[in-house]
């Protein structure tokens, strides 16, 4: 508002000598310029849409309290400035009666202008509120200490109507628009299954719907309660609405809405993917049948007690992947996603364990099949240096061919017999030298 020229003395009587004429036109026409903004001022302040929102809102909480401070205060201001364009109406008067001012009129306005001379009075029911004391029913001000009241309570006013409104104009809307994107994940969420007491989701939408509704009437009812002043600054509305609970409120509103895609893109293409989930179960189902029958071969073929047992064929899963089915069949996403995405792991595991059982199973055949291959090679060998018809080494061969290709096969005695035609094998080349490299020759290796 306008500026606060000089104050007067402890006595009241104007400072210095009597003003002469230039000095009071100078003085009327500061005066008059601080009335216009002060005017201005006080009219921007009436007409202010959050004035106007705070004067019909049903208020609470700090907000119930500062408002009724402020309306106070903005009463208070028509007052002083009532007394102030009085007193300077008054003195425009005086000043028009000559052109030509005598003594008497100099000191009146001098008195009028840089004095005491402005009475201000308390309506009825309504005293006046003093900064520096109790209430009165008058008061006495230079028109300098009016606006310097007048700025106080201007300031403090209009700092709260502004706050009130920038609370006002920023957090409701957002929270209309985040309860309208509310409504639209709940519409879809009902769609896929996901409701309250069902599916964690659908517990969180109704907590998120309960939150923005208390927030939105919370802040409508008390927006103060809501803003956060700038450290250090004494400007009307300096600060930020504070959008901590909204924006936690976003969040959760987020993670849902991620969780609803989610159980969506198990609608999309949960068909696919329970033809996957039955294929891996049936390769598995197929590899434990194949373990099953291995294993039989092995008891019969090879004499041996260590060979592992094979379990059964994963009808827990077959269980399991027919309610997968049924949950499809009915619409059920939200309790269709995290099923699947169980069985995918675990049929994959199981799969893998099939694997390894017929491995596991089948690992006699294979040193059976990799001791014959051995002896084979060993007697391919012997052949081409010549030596295939040398007693010895007839004897042993017949001797590891017995056991290898009987049943049952004693795969450790076997493995024996082996080593010692090797070894016969290997005494007899040795002294004839190097073998002759054929195209699947191995250079003489005994290994």
Same mark, same amino acid.
Request: glycine content about 2%; proline content about 3%.
């Given at each position: 508002m306008g500026g606060t020229g000089s104050f007067p003395d402890s006595t009241g009587r104007p400072p210095g000598p009597v003003m002469d004429r230039d000095e009071v036109d100078r003085a009327l026409a500061r005066l008059e310029a601080e009335h216009e903004a002060i005017e201005t001022s006080l009219l921007a302040l009436q007409d202010h849409a959050g004035r106007r929102l705070l004067e019909g809102a *049903? !208020?609470?909480g700090v907000t119930k309290d500062r408002w009724a401070t402020a309306e106070q205060s903005i009463t208070l201001l028509w007052t002083y400035f009532d007394s102030y364009t009085a007193a300077l109406t008054g003195a425009r008067e005086t000043r028009a009666r000559r052109r030509w001012l005598n003594r008497d009129d100099l000191v009146e306005l001098t008195e009028t202008l840089r004095g005491r001379g402005v009475t201000v009075a308390g309506t009825p029911g309504h005293?006046?509120?003093?900064l520096t004391g109790p209430a009165k029913l008058s *008061?006495?001000?230079?028109?300098? *200490?009016?606006?310097?009241?007048?700025?106080?309570?201007? %300031?403090?006013?209009?700092?709260?109507?502004? %706050?009130?409104?920038a609370v006002w104009s920023a957090l409701p809307a957002r929270i209309d628009l985040l309860s309208a994107e509310l409504q639209r994940t709940r519409s879809l969420a009902h769609s896929v299954g996901v409701r309250p007491? *069902?599916?964690?989701?659908g517990d969180d939408l109704e907590s998120i719907t309960h939150e923005l509704s208390t927030l939105r009437a919370q802040v409508v009812s008390d927006p103060l309660a809501f803003w956060r002043p700038a450290p250090g600054s004494s400007a009307p509305g300096g600060g930020r609405p504070d959008t901590e609970r909204y924006d936690r409120a976003a969040r959760a509103l987020e993670d849902v809405r991620r969780e609803i895609e989610a159980v969506l893109a198990v609608r999309q293409d949960s068909e696919e993917r329970l033809i996957? !989930?039955?294929?891996?179960?049936?390769?598995?189902d197929r590899? !434990?049948?194949e373990a099953r029958s291995a294993r039989g071969e092995v008891l019969a073929k090879i004499a041996a007690s260590e060979v592992p047992a094979v379990s059964g064929p994963?009808?827990?899963? @077959?269980?399991?992947?027919?309610?997968? %089915?049924?949950?499809? +069949?009915?619409? @059920?996403?939200?309790?269709l996603s995290p099923l699947l995405e169980s069985l995918e792991r675990e049929a994959e595991d199981e799969l893998l364990r099939a694997r390894e059982s017929l491995t596991a199973v089948t690992a006699p055949l294979a040193v059976r099949a990799e001791l014959r291959g051995r002896l084979d090679a060993y007697k391919a060998k012997v052949a081409r240096h010549g030596m295939a018809e040398d007693p010895l080494l007839m004897e042993r061969y017949d001797a590891?061919? +017995?056991?290898?290709w009987s049943a049952p096969c004693d795969l450790r005695v076997a493995e024996q017999a082996v080593l010692r035609y090797q070894r016969a094998a290997a005494d007899v080349l040795v002294p004839r030298g190097p073998a002759p490299v054929d195209s699947a020759g191995d250079g003489g290796s005994t290994a």
């Open positions: *049903e !208020l609470t005293r006046l509120t003093s *008061e006495h001000f230079t028109l300098a *200490e009016l606006v310097t009241r007048m700025n106080e309570l201007y %300031a403090s006013s209009l700092d709260m109507v502004v %706050a009130a409104d007491g *069902e599916h964690p989701a996957r !989930l039955r294929d891996v179960l049936s390769r598995a590899t !434990l049948t994963p009808t827990a899963l @077959q269980e399991r992947l027919s309610t997968a %089915a049924e949950y499809r +069949r009915h619409a @059920q996403w939200h309790r590891a061919r +017995r056991m290898l």
